[in-house]
């Protein structure tokens, strides 16, 4: 273990967090909050002292393998949420400590879970927190990566452990590029929502904060009305950006470059299209016909916008679904479960994960008719590699352990069944509600200090793709080789 290369690039960490703590500082000073001001000052100012300094001296050794990169990435997230709970502490928004961990490691992950019962606090720290979300977006450590040059081809593997999805891939030969079109990428997305706001109406904090939210696939609200204290125009610009960040970024530089038949031949954002506007309509006639909207429009409007956000993991809500029909409900806990596409900025066990087992499913009971025969996974009309195929089955074993595992501890909180089962799906997945007591309308404020810690791990789990978490929380990684 390379513990000199560690230490390095968590000092230098640290020192970014303080330059992003910067942003709500002038946010704070904006609006005149000289409470808000005095704690983002010290805590920017410290984390930039500490890390700084302790990132002065660069190891010789600057060699990181994937056990470096795996235990590097769930550090990195580890640190930046205890640091990110502090302002909501110091400035007497959240009471707990470990309330304000929750609530930031929720937004860090894009995953939208709630303690509050009063999300309007200061501008400056309502900022922070939904800021939060767009940091952890496309990742703390390709930011890093992207402004940071590494010698030695080492960078590739915290990259890996931190992108989703089963496979990670460089569009250029230097990961370092590779990170900068990734960021360019996201910053452009975001500039354009903020555009778009600005013009149904939001003014520019709105606009900010809201885009933060969205294109990091986050869904923290700036009034406790939610979504619904915005515009139909508004809504609208908002599902179409859930779309948009639901979706491999792979496919937008395919078309940056003139490639538009390799980024129209994905079958994962063929399915996540197909399912999203199929289920979409289903759910439209159902509510529809119980009379929970007025109008078809409104149908399919509310339907759309509900099937975009938990598929996309965004979270956001226009309607409380917890009172639609039951189909409807299960509907939408199955794609919260699915998720979207690898390599975007959305959450869930990703649709091209499911894609690969169904199809090695498929090849299996081929192979029991006809022993013989040999066939290969296949995706974009591309052989998959073994490897990944067998990661992908891994991944779904350890998944559903931890699935039950934590189902089983949060239910010594004594809620019901469903209120358990889509608070860890809601969690595990980064999808931010889910059903019951922990609803649109519901948080998570009720649970135990014990269930909070395990939700947050599920959070960082599932942002994490498992592998990071576990990894760290294993005795045979400190072991000396």
Known sequence: MNYGMIRFL?????????????????????????????????????????????????PNNIAIYPREGFVVTALTWIIISLVGAVPFVMTGVVDSYVDAMFETISGLTTTGST????????????????????????????????????????????????????????????????????????????????????????????????????????????????????????????????????????????????????????????????????????????????????????????????????????????????????????????????????GSTGGGFKLSRFIILVRTMKNELIYLVHPKSVKKVYMDKQPIETTVVKSVSAYLSMYVIIFILSTLIVSIDGFDYETNFTAVAATLNNIGPGLSIVGPTGNFAGFSVLSKFVLMFDMLAGRLELLPMLILLSPDTWKRR
């Open 10 to 58: 968590l000092f230098r960490v640290l020192q970014i967090t303080g330059l992003l703590l910067i942003l709500p500082l002038i946010v704070a000073i904006i609006y005149h909050e000289p409470g808000c001001c005095k704690v983002f000052f010290l805590l920017s100012a410290g984390c930039i002292t500490l890390g700084s300094a302790g990132a002065h001296f660069k």
């Open 115 to 342: 303690i509050l019962t009063n999300v309007e606090m200061y501008y400056s720290v309502q900022f922070w927190r939904t800021f939060t979300h767009w940091i952890g977006g496309m990742g703390v450590l390709v930011f890093i990566l992207a402004i940071m040059p590494m010698a030695g081809g080492y960078s590739m593997h915290l990259m890996r452990a931190e992108s989703p999805g089963p496979s990670v891939g460089k569009f250029v030969p230097k990961v370092r590029e590779t990170a900068k079109i990734l960021y360019l990428i996201y910053f452009v997305i975001t500039l354009l929502e903020i555009v778009c706001l600005l013009f149904t109406g939001l003014n520019l904090y709105e606009a900010m904060t809201t885009s933060f939210a969205t294109v990091g696939t986050g869904g923290f609200g700036l009034t406790n009305d939610g979504i619904n204290a915005f515009s139909t125009p508004s809504q609208i610009v908002i599902i179409v950006f859930m779309i948009l960040c639901g979706i491999n970024f792979s496919v937008y530089y395919y078309l940056l470059t003139l490639r538009p038949l390799e980024a129209f031949k994905s079958d994962e954002v063929k399915l996540y299209l197909g399912l999203m506007f199929g289920s979409a309509s289903i759910i439209a006639y159902l509510i529809y016909r119980q009379g929970i909207t007025a109008t078809p429009f409104e149908s399919f409007h509310h339907s759309l916008f509900s099937v975009v956000s938990v598929m996309t993991t965004t979270g956001f809500a226009t309607l409380d679904f917890n009172t639609w029909p039951q189909f409807a409900r299960t509907l939408l806990v199955l794609l919260m479960l699915l998720g979207a596409c690898a």
